[in-house]
């Protein structure tokens, strides 16, 4: 069934939008994308807005992370399509069904050299699941559908439409077709029941579990699998939380233990890539379960890789009736060295050192931090650490840039966050250079009336860089910051609040101060800058 409608081209494709259960809009203006703004003022559809483009994706990124839905972000032409690259190419890479909107030049006066004239299709085709030019206003509605089904059809990703000038301003009516349904995607039965008779078989299995299980909407049935097949379960992504630290299968500081010891590695709704050692784990045969055939991966050769709806996939392996191996033996040695490692941590996150660690700002934190606070890490050493010393306790509160470990997500994801989630802790965790990205959309934050928590860990140095540098080469060069920048009075400067703490003992009424404030804040936190994150000195 169809509905027709009558409007310009902003017109026509907003009513495309709200009938796919797009809810806002993230921008920057310009004068390409015009028609956008007056369908959306005209309606109360909220526009948020940044001060550069790649937070405008970001933001439509975290909305689609979180609630599992489609994102928008309208970015005039020419330089606001480039500028979103970096947050349309993270979506890629994470999944996530982001839908960009772009102004074009006009079409009728083409290499004329128009204002911000320039094909944006070549440079985006690449790192989206559908790019299109739309020439026609009357198309419009059916273009945006098809771009929204493509986004939302496993594998998840992101999409990008463009509009000439004159599509987007000229008037027409034009067919609002109903939304297409995304159907599950059947696995093979006969790969299920191999991978579930050699799960329920082995020895020592474990279960990694990322992204895609939440995205997927999968969460209860990999509860279901891990407790029917008694195997321990390991998370990354958004896939963090989704056993609770309390559970009796959830583990997370005995990964090496585990992936050292097992026998069977089931990978869920990940790519075995360079943290998941690319998928060779000595000895274990691996199982990879992915919600795509275009998944599985091609590097190595998994014993068994099921591909599909997650939430088949996995329900199936819980209704496995063959014989199962008893894995308490094996269960109870990781909660040995699971234990011992988070003893170890404990006492890391209690130092009383000066300057301070960044295992004590963690410690802090996780006395800070609500169960269904959304934490958001922007940075590399720093946010490292937070991956070790947090447990998130539910699925969907975890948001970090992905495997394409793109800096600058951390206001654009917090703003995303906030819409999302108006009476959450939002926390943003971000390291002194991550914050030369994206610091300037605290104005964004404040104008908009969007309160969150910053909290930078201050060491002054690029610390994935300049560790290594000094290791591989005796000497490092462009890895130093200005140390003790008061980063904090830049955020008071755009309209926030902060402070800076260099006593451990001062970090938990300085978080306290921040969760209070009902504005944008930021605790500067200065931190040893020797204190390393331990990595392998392998950079593949």
């Given at each position: 069934m169809t509905e027709r409608i009558e409007?310009?081209?902003?017109?026509?494709?907003?009513?495309?939008?709200?009938?796919?259960?797009?809810?806002?809009?993230?921008?920057?203006?310009?004068?390409?994308?015009?028609?956008?703004?007056?369908?959306?003022?005209?309606?109360?559809?909220?526009?948020?807005?940044?001060?550069?483009?790649?937070?405008?994706?970001?933001?439509?990124?975290?909305?689609?992370?979180l609630?599992?839905?489609?994102?928008?972000?309208?970015?005039?032409?020419?330089?606001?399509?480039?500028?979103?690259?970096?947050?349309?190419?993270?979506?890629?890479?994470?999944?996530?069904?982001?839908?960009?909107?772009?102004?074009?030049?006009?079409?009728?006066?083409?290499?004329?050299?128009?204002?911000?004239?320039?094909?944006?299709?070549?440079?985006?085709?690449?790192?989206?699941?559908?790019a299109e030019t739309v020439f026609s206003t009357d198309d419009i509605p059916r273009a945006?559908?098809?771009?929204?089904?493509?986004?939302?059809?496993?594998?998840?990703?992101?999409?990008?439409?463009?509009?000439?000038?004159?599509?987007?301003?000229?008037?027409?009516?034009?067919?609002?077709?109903?939304?297409?349904?995304?159907?599950?995607?059947?696995?093979?039965?006969?790969?299920?029941?191999?991978?579930?008779?050699?799960?329920?078989?082995?020895?020592?299995?474990?279960?990694?579990?990322?992204?895609?299980?939440?995205?997927?909407?999968?969460?209860?049935?990999?509860?279901e699998a891990a407790e029917a097949l008694q195997v321990?379960?390991?998370?990354?992504?958004?896939?963090?939380?989704?056993?609770?630290?309390?559970?009796?299968?959830?583990?997370?500081?005995?990964?090496?233990?585990?992936?050292?010891?097992?026998?069977?590695?089931?990978?869920?709704?990940?790519?075995?890539?360079?943290?998941?050692?690319?998928?060779?784990?000595?000895?274990?045969?691996?199982?990879?379960?992915?919600?795509?055939?275009?998944?599985?991966?091609?590097?190595?050769?998994?014993?068994?890789?099921?591909?599909?709806?997650?939430?088949?996939?996995?329900?199936?392996l819980a209704d496995h009736a063959g014989d199962r191996a008893d894995h308490a033996d094996w269960i109870a040695d990781l909660r040995v060295a699971e234990d011992a490692a988070k003893a170890r941590d404990a006492a890391e996150m209690a130092a009383e050192t000066d300057p301070i660690r960044p295992a004590r700002i963690y410690g802090e934190l996780r006395r800070a931090l609500a169960p269904d606070a959304?934490?958001?890490?922007?940075?590399?050493?720093?946010?490292?650490?937070?991956?070790?010393?947090?447990?998130p306790s539910q699925p969907g509160t975890w948001l970090d840039p992905g495997p394409y470990g793109c800096l600058g997500t951390g206001l654009g994801y917090a703003m995303g966050a906030r819409v999302s989630h108006p009476d959450r802790q939002i926390c943003v965790l971000m390291g002194d250079g991550a914050a030369g990205f994206s610091l300037m959309d605290v104005e964004s934050l404040v104008r908009q009336k969007l309160p969150v928590v910053i909290v930078v860990g201050n060491n002054g140095i690029w610390g994935l860089e300049k560790h290594p540098m000094r290791a591989m080469y005796g000497y490092d060069v462009a890895a130093d910051l200005q140390p003790e920048l008061r980063y904090d009075t830049v955020v008071s400067a755009l309209g926030g609040a902060g402070e800076t703490v260099a006593k451990a003992a001062d970090l938990a009424p300085a978080l306290q101060r921040a969760f209070d404030s009902g504005v944008p804040y930021l605790v500067n936190v200065l931190t040893d800058p020797t204190d390393a994150y331990p990595r392998s000195s392998n950079l593949a």
């Open positions: 409007g310009h081209g902003g017109e026509l494709a907003l009513a495309a939008l709200r009938a796919h259960g797009v809810r806002e809009m993230f921008t920057l203006s310009g004068g390409h994308v015009f028609p956008l703004y007056d369908a959306a003022h005209k309606t109360d559809f909220p526009i948020y807005d940044v001060r550069h483009e790649q937070s405008a994706v970001f933001a439509a990124e975290a909305v689609a992370k609630q599992r839905r489609p994102g928008l972000a309208v970015l005039t032409a020419g330089p606001g399509v480039t500028n979103g690259i970096s947050g349309m190419t993270s979506a890629f890479f994470n999944a996530s069904p982001v839908l960009v909107l772009g102004g074009r030049a006009p079409a009728f006066r083409w290499g004329s050299g128009s204002l911000q004239e320039m094909d944006h299709l070549p440079l985006v085709a690449p790192v989206t699941k559908h945006v559908g098809a771009a929204l089904t493509a986004a939302l059809t496993p594998h998840r990703g992101p999409v990008f439409l463009d509009f000439p000038l004159e599509t987007v301003f000229s008037v027409a009516d034009a067919d609002l077709p109903t939304p297409a349904g995304v159907d599950a995607v059947e696995p093979d039965p006969d790969e299920v029941s191999r991978a579930a008779t050699l799960i329920a078989g082995a020895q020592r299995p474990v279960i990694i579990a990322g992204s895609d299980v939440y995205a997927g909407n999968a969460v209860a049935a990999l509860r321990p379960v390991f998370t990354n992504g958004m896939g963090r939380g989704s056993l609770p630290p309390e559970h009796p299968l959830a583990f997370a500081k005995a990964r090496r233990a585990a992936l050292s010891g097992a026998d069977v590695v089931v990978v869920v709704g990940t790519p075995l890539d360079f943290r998941l050692s690319f998928g060779d784990f000595g000895d274990a045969k691996v199982v990879h379960i992915v919600d795509a055939p275009s998944q599985r991966a091609t590097h190595v050769q998994p014993a068994v890789a099921p591909a599909g709806d997650l939430r088949l996939i996995l329900s199936a959304i934490t958001i890490g922007d940075g590399g050493d720093f946010v490292s650490y937070a991956g070790r010393y947090l447990e």
